[in-house]
């Protein structure tokens, strides 16, 4: 299994960016996905998760502004975040679990190297 995350950068307060995991080995749209992050020292936080089904949950900092979403022809899950705050600088990491996942706090199976967002 390989979760390859792209997209991350730098970028204004207020900004946009969306990130790409690009996934093999595993069929996102079969699996539940997830976006986490994290900060040097801090434990890893759940962003916003996609099941199976279809369902979505989103962590109360980011609701209203990041979308998660999943391009099956492309097999890569995709989270567009919108009105960047500092706040959301961090480490995001790209997560499968081939079985429902208790968002936030819940563990996944698969992990991507993860892409550095920087709000400044």
């Known amino acids: 299994v390989q979760l390859v995350e792209s997209g991350g950068g730098l970028v204004r307060p207020g900004g946009s960016l969306r990130l790409s995991c690009a996934a093999s080995?595993?069929?996102?749209?079969?699996?539940?996905m997830g976006w986490l992050r994290q900060i040097p020292g801090k434990e890893r936080d759940g962003v916003a998760t996609i099941d199976s089904d279809g369902n979505v949950e989103y962590a109360d900092s980011v609701k209203g502004r990041f979308t998660i979403s999943q391009d099956t022809a492309k097999n890569t899950l995709y989270l567009q975040m919108n009105s960047l705050k500092p706040e959301d600088t961090a480490m995001y990491y790209c997560?499968?679990?081939?079985?429902?996942?208790?968002?936030?706090?819940?563990?996944?199976?698969?992990w991507g190297q993860g892409t550095q967002v920087t709000v400044s």
């Open positions: 080995g595993v069929t996102v749209a079969a699996n539940c």
């Open positions: 997560a499968a679990s081939p079985v429902l996942v208790n968002f936030p706090l819940g563990e996944y199976h698969y």
